[in-house]
């Protein structure tokens, strides 16, 4: 038992370590990217890895589709999101300014707020979800991946957008270690220059993210359950609901602290549109014509998703003086989003032990 346990440990610590690395080679990579082709950091963000860092929760959609657990899906799309916005880009957001452009603020966050609500009133409609309503979510996906294609097309033969340096490592004072490590950030950031470099930087990043972020989550429940003997509810509602976030936490985080604001802001609202249009409708059309069931823990998650996105949108519309006006989340919307967070938190866990409210 004990040995099982330091080895669980010792996969806990390597996921941990895959996550940070690979959200480093990914931040890299994808922003690399972007600079190249002359498109906007936020498009790449909200989309391609966006699209990449719901991976665990699409696999866990399409298995619950399967076996017709609609409340694994529901609680899967407005968990994620609510994590999302208020524990991770509420992190960020403390961490650095995030900037947001003009058509974030009126196109992205009001669609975004647009698809919360569809998604609310779709399952409410006889309260379960349908295959043919599983394929509208998925076509209104691919018609914002079509958008921000054209808009990253219209970018790339139009306005560049301003390129941002790779944050350098702090560099250890030591002659030696200074020696080693400068010949080698020289390397990384000379083969950063070329195309094909940053995609397997990409690649490799959102491997060890979506593999680091496995063994956490693995681990970290074999140890709840069978070592600090935690009640399988509580390992339901804190280890696997933010299981399936670590991709775009280290991800939003990382990019944040390397000062990609873009790529972080992208990936959160990015990611929020495809859990509800992508992951839900795939769930719905993974169940094969039977019917997905939309209960009240459902509308709870909705509206609290929703509430979530509004808070970006009237966040969004925080002015910075000393960076010419432009629209930003700040610190103060950060916190407030982290104060959100540990309320909903808290009200779950109240209800699952005290009010049973639902």
């Not at 043919?132 to 991946?145: D, P, Q």
């Not at 941002?164 to 020289?186: N, S």
């Not at 998703?305 to 010419?324: E, M, N, T, W, Y």
Request: a neutral charge; glycine letters at 10%.
């Amino acid at each position: 038992m004990v040995g099982k346990a330091l080895l669980e440990v010792l996969f806990l610590i390597i996921g941990f370590v895959l996550l940070l690395k690979g959200a480093d080679f990914l931040v890299d990579g994808a922003s690399g990217i972007a600079t190249k082709l002359k498109i906007s950091a936020f498009i790449i963000g909200a989309t391609v890895v966006a699209f990449c860092t719901s991976a665990p929760e699409l696999a866990v959609s399409i298995t619950a589709g399967v076996t017709q657990d609609g409340d694994i899906i529901i609680g899967n799309v407005m968990g994620s999101n609510i994590i999302n916005v208020f524990l991770i880009l509420g992190i960020s957001a403390v961490i650095c300014r995030l900037p947001v452009e003009k058509s974030t603020r009126l196109i992205d966050v009001p669609f975004l707020i647009i698809v919360t609500v569809l998604f609310i009133v779709l399952g409410c409609i006889g309260w379960s979800f349908s295959w043919w309503e599983g394929l509208i979510l998925v076509i209104l996906y691919i018609a914002f991946m079509v958008y921000n294609v054209l808009l990253a097309r219209r970018q790339h033969n139009g306005t560049q957008t301003e390129e941002l340096p790779l944050q350098q490592p702090k560099v250890r004072k030591r002659a030696k270690v200074v020696q080693r490590e400068g010949k080698l950030t020289a390397w990384y950031n000379g083969m950063c220059g070329r195309t094909w470099f940053l995609i397997l930087l990409a690649v490799l990043g959102l491997g060890c993210v979506v593999v680091g972020g496995i063994f956490v989550v693995d681990t970290a429940e074999y140890l709840a359950e069978e070592v600090v003997k935690i009640p399988s509810e509580i390992v339901a509602l804190t280890v696997v609901a933010l299981g399936t976030s670590l991709p775009e936490l280290a991800t939003s985080v990382t990019a944040a602290r390397k000062g990609n604001v873009d790529l972080a802001t992208g990936n959160i609202i990015g990611s929020n549109i495809a859990n509800i249009l992508l992951i839900g409708g795939v769930g719905a059309i993974a169940s094969a014509g039977t019917v997905l069931e939309f209960s009240y823990e459902g509308v709870v998650g909705g509206i609290v998703g929703l509430a979530a996105a509004l808070v970006i949108f009237f966040a969004s519309f925080a002015k910075a003086k000393d960076a010419g006006n432009r629209h930003y989340i700040g610190r103060a919307a950060g916190i407030i989003m982290l104060c959100c967070f540990v309320a909903y938190y808290v009200f779950l866990f109240l209800n699952l032990y005290i009010f049973h409210l639902y």
